[in-house]
């Protein structure tokens, strides 16, 4: 399946965010990308911002464009607030839990580690990192690779309680998903809401 590959310092510099994880260029250079990007002046239209954040939001996620379209229609059908029932969803991608529990630095590379088969869920492995994962079920490191060093530098020093929608369990190097989470407690700065007014044209 397709996938971003290209440079991703100047997506992230095009919206000013670490969206791909620690970004030290963002710091050098807090101005867009191109031979202008430090005097452009121009005035965003209504339409794209609300479009800039979708795209933000599927970069940050690594969701291609009809796996989004098809989770906004699923939240829209969902009772609760849409824009917060997306974010819930893309939380709930069997990848994002991956990256959640610290196995991987991030994103992309948690992907990996489940296309490669090291993830199990309930402890069967799972290797679609769409997977929806449910409260109550338990994603961690197949036991054939929990000695893989990227794992085991991943984890050194990470902060598990930092995300209280998931529990963490060193005796199966995995954690349980509790609960969805709360729109407070997801730390992206997402404005879900401009998504849904992109799509409700």
Not at 37 to 60: F, M
Not at 88 to 116: F, I, K, M, W
Request: include cysteine; charge should be positive.
């Amino acid at each position: 399946m397709a996938r971003y590959t290209g440079p991703k310092t100047k997506i992230a510099r095009k919206f000013g965010e670490p969206i791909f994880g620690e970004d030290k260029v963002l710091s050098k250079k807090n101005y867009p990308p191109g031979q202008h990007g430090a005097n452009r002046r121009r005035k965003t239209s209504e339409y794209g911002v609300q479009l800039k954040e979708k795209q933000k939001a599927k970069y940050t996620y690594g969701v291609l464009e009809r796996q989004f379209r098809n989770l906004f229609d699923k939240a829209a059908r969902t009772k609760g607030i849409t824009g917060e029932v997306l974010l819930q969803l893309l939380e709930s991608r069997l990848d994002n839990v991956v990256y959640r529990l610290g196995l991987a630095p991030s994103r992309p590379a948690a992907r990996q580690l489940v296309l490669h088969k090291h993830i199990t869920v309930n402890g069967d492995v799972v290797n679609i990192p769409s997977y929806h994962v449910r409260p109550g079920d338990i994603v961690a490191v197949r036991e054939k690779s929990k000695s893989l060093e990227v794992i085991a530098d991943c984890l050194a020093g990470f902060n598990h309680s930092k995300y209280p929608w998931i529990e963490w369990d060193e005796s199966v190097k995995g954690g349980r998903f509790l609960h969805v989470p709360a729109r407070e407690d997801i730390p992206e700065t997402i404005k879900e809401q401009l998504i849904v007014e992109l799509y409700s044209k």
